[in-house]
């Protein structure tokens, strides 16, 4: 799904890619907020989706694609 050319490939290329930096931005505009009721389930809703990310990221890898996977699993589990 990373490197292939049709419409899908880049529908999913580009959805994991607005995931990942509103994902960035939410945790480095939250860090400088005071917790609240929003930002909490905010953050349960993001450690959610963070796994579910994942499958999703490696299920679209190619098979034959460097074993760097444990880094985003390395980098998910610091998120949680």
Do not use: K, Q
Not at 44 to 73: C, K, N, Q, S, Y
């Amino acid at each position: 799904m990373y490197s292939g050319r049709s419409a899908n490939c880049r529908a999913f290329f580009y959805a994991l890619l607005v995931f990942d930096v509103a994902s960035l931005l939410f945790i480095i505009a939250t860090s400088f907020l005071p917790r609240s009721d929003l930002i909490r389930n905010l953050d349960v809703a993001f450690g959610i989706a963070f796994p579910i990310e994942l499958m999703f990221r490696l299920a679209g890898r190619p098979r034959t694609a460097p074993d760097h996977h444990w880094t985003d699993v390395a980098a998910s589990g610091g998120c949680l």
